[in-house]
């Protein structure tokens, strides 16, 4: 009998590619890893890894094992599912990554709504962008991520992640009440400070190419995720920013203003869980929780 744990090793190396970034993603040493990976070969009698310079290369008979082993923990997750649902109580703990913008307008009436349906639940959140959050649902080490998509940015659908829509949410221009940046129109704020996402993130390459759309190259002073920062410097006059509306749920805001942006873009929100754990009671209850928070903007 093939160990599944064993099997799980070489699917993550098949994804991930070297044995350093395995190590990385489940906290263990590559030498470990490595040796979980001879045992594997030894239960099989087939070669799996062969070297290639500095590095390992899974061969034909890993990849036959790497296909199965996704069809297997994909029914062991389905498995775990279909015996929590048979329970009368949704309990146990439920592991979310999400971007700031969520946890400030959803998450915390998600939560309210959680504590009171599910008091046996217990939700833990971590503030994570979503490249990592995304390698860390596949790796196990999270159970639902919040996801976003830009306009003309959308990233391909992940292997065995099952993706639902949350709310398609419009990106607004804020700047400040009054002063020299005070403008409707994107093109007459050539020149003005910008605050952005870094630019090697989707948000802030999207920031910078919607500028560039509109003839001209950003002037960004500040470069910070942080948008409640992002927020407070529009407020003080010190820059212009891109903000989404659903920040402004269950918020008010100071000597600012928001305008619409060119062709109204819209941020896609969706909630990124494993293929085999979509119909968990925990991860179906998280995500009720969160469409009855998004249901009036959606309504709006």
Request: charged share 25%; net charge negative.
């Amino acid at each position: 009998m093939l160990d599944i744990y064993r099997l799980r090793l070489l699917r993550e190396l098949d994804r991930l590619g070297t044995l350093a970034a395995v190590a990385k993603a489940l906290n263990y040493s590559p030498s470990a890893i490595s040796q979980q990976l001879s045992l594997l070969e030894s239960e099989t009698g087939a070669v799996l890894l062969e070297r290639v310079g500095r590095g390992v290369r899974l061969t034909a008979q890993a990849r036959i094992l790497v296909r199965h082993a996704d069809a297997v923990l994909e029914r062991l997750e389905l498995a775990e599912a279909e015996l929590a649902t048979s329970m009368t109580e949704v309990t146990g703990t439920l592991r979310v990554a999400s971007f700031q913008s969520v946890l400030l307008a959803l998450i915390p009436g998600a939560l309210s709504g959680l504590a009171t349906a599910h008091p046996g639940l217990r939700v833990e959140i971590t503030q994570l962008e979503a490249d990592p959050a995304f390698e860390g649902l596949l790796a196990h080490n999270v159970d639902v991520v919040l996801g976003e998509d830009y306009p003309g940015l959308a990233q391909p659908l992940k292997r065995g992640i099952d993706e639902e829509d949350l709310i398609h949410d419009e990106m607004l221009m804020a700047v400040p009440a009054s002063g020299p940046w005070h403008r409707r129109d994107l093109a007459d704020l050539a020149g003005a400070p910008f605050v952005f996402d870094p630019g090697d993130i989707v948000p802030g390459r999207w920031a910078r190419s919607l500028c560039r759309a509109a003839g001209f190259e950003p002037d960004v002073r500040i470069v910070s995720g942080d948008l409640l920062l992002q927020v407070r410097l529009v407020e003080t006059g010190h820059a212009v920013a891109f903000l989404p509306d659903l920040l402004w749920t269950d918020r008010t805001h100071g000597p600012l203003e928001l305008h619409p942006l060119p062709g109204r873009p819209r941020r896609r929100l969706f909630t990124g869980v494993r293929t085999g754990s979509a119909e968990q009671p925990a991860i179906r209850a998280f995500r009720k929780a969160l469409q009855v928070q998004v249901g009036p903007k959606r309504a709006g």
